[in-house]
């Protein structure tokens, strides 16, 4: 059974703060997403990884990085969190092939910044 | 610029009867569309999905048809059950191993 994990389900963190979210597969995909959710605005794609140490910027990658060390995990940073980046995040993964195929994702990480 | 759109932020409809949830896009080199079902507090999970070169595909309740022409596709379920009701997002990529593009998505709810 495929299976794309984040790290936690809730997050409470402080204005300011260096904040991750980690997200691991175990389906030996090369590509992995980072979406977040917001209310009336759908899934927002803010990073994307075709390969270790490859990372490519989506539709909305202000204040973000990510990180992707190993093939399985790719990690979401919030430099400097602020109250706007309190939101759902979303980890998904897919096969990496020219003809397409779905994404699975994680359960989310619903991150509250106060 | 929107390039998926999904224009009614909700719908409700009654048990039994038939659910239909649209999805227009704008983006020409789409050629592969995808419904995805969320509960809250949940990640979204894949339901059916369409190639350009088709204009139905149908598992069990869910059919989607696509009209490319129009650029517009619709997913039916039929018959509608209160565990139907979700979130659910539409989502459009082109070929070359591009990532999803989302739609707003369309709360559905099924009242028994």
């Known amino acids: 059974d495929v299976k794309v994990t984040q790290s936690s389900r809730y997050l409470v963190k402080r204005t300011g703060e260096k904040v991750f979210l980690e997200c691991v597969q175990d389906m030996d995909h090369e590509n992995m997403f980072w979406y977040r959710q917001d209310p009336g605005l759908g899934l927002r794609l803010i990073y994307f990884s075709y390969d270790v140490k490859m990372k490519e910027k989506g539709d909305i990658p202000e204040g973000y990085s990510v990180s992707r060390e190993k093939k399985e995990r790719f990690s979401l940073i919030l430099e400097s969190a602020s109250t706007n980046q309190t939101s759902m995040y979303l980890c998904a993964s897919s096969l990496f092939t020219e003809v397409n195929t779905e994404a699975f994702f994680g359960q989310g990480t619903r991150l509250t910044v106060v | 610029d929107q390039q998926v759109k999904q224009n009614s932020p909700s719908l409700s409809v009654q048990e039994g009867r038939i659910s239909i949830l649209n999805c227009d896009y704008t983006n020409s080199m789409f050629d592969y569309f995808l419904w995805y079902k969320k ?74």
């Open chain 2, 39 to 112: 509960y809250p507090a949940e990640g979204p999970t894949f339901l059916i999905s369409i190639s350009s070169i088709k204009d139905k595909n149908e598992d069990g309740r869910f059919t989607v048809f696509l009209n490319k022409s129009a650029k517009h596709l619709s997913l039916h379920i039929v018959p509608s059950q209160p565990g139907d009701s979700a979130v659910y997002f539409c989502a459009a990529s082109s070929s070359g191993n591009t990532p999803l593009v989302f739609g707003k998505g369309t709360r559905l709810s099924v009242i028994a």
